[in-house]
């Protein structure tokens, strides 16, 4: 991944995943908000400045970001993705000249809320991004006028661009993304499984593709299929 001196400078192990991409996400009812940040992504005018994305937990709102870092760099363009959950205990000049990226995701930014240093510093990123070329998405689990942010006139900074709220995928949907995680895998997952899954276990997407990646590596140690019969040895602590 090609990035400026300013991101390598950064003091983070992270850096996004193939497996983060657009492809692998199930759009749902989301389709508007994933194309919109899929255009943010890509090289080239006609798309949106800055975008804010908010929804509860387990949505894939640090999917989608890590994806568009993951198309943007792809490009050669330098990206920057940043977990507010790992750098709030940084100083906030770690956000100086980031708008010389091409792409700067920040992620859970809720975190900066009540914090009146990080929410100045983001406050005059983002006016410093209205001046040169860079691409801010940001998300959260709050709706902007929900935040509880200190600084009034960093809120009305976090609607300069589109918001969106993911919404949850339907039974079917996540049926869907079940499948296709399970292929990125080298898994075959049964229709009657996956329903298996869904009926018995938590339903949030995070809990069933971690249920999906323990049946791979039990899969694997023991050259199973999976099976409901095999489901239940797995899980036979009732987990």
Known sequence: MQATS??????????PREVFSFSSYISGDNEIAVATLRQCAISGTGAEKQL????????????????ACNLAAKQQAAVCYLPAAEIIDQPVQLLDDLEQLDLLCIDDIQLFAGNAAWEEALFNLINRIRGSDCKLLMSA??????????LPD???????????????????????????????????????VADYLLRHYPRDLFGLFERLEKLDTAAMALQRKLTIPFIKTVFSSGD
């Open 141 to 150: 689990s709050l709706a902007p006028e929900k935040l509880p942010v200190r």
């Open 6 to 15: 300013v991101f390598r400078q950064l003091p983070l192990s992270f850096e």
């Open 52 to 67: 804010y994305l908010w929804s509860g937990e387990t949505l894939g709102k640090s999917h989608l970001l890590q994806a």
């Open 154 to 192: 960093l809120r009305s900074r976090l609607v300069w661009g589109p918001v969106f709220q993911l919404r949850e995928l339907g039974d079917s949907q996540k049926r869907e993304a079940l499948t296709l995680r399970a292929q990125m895998r080298g898994l075959e997952l049964p229709e009657n």
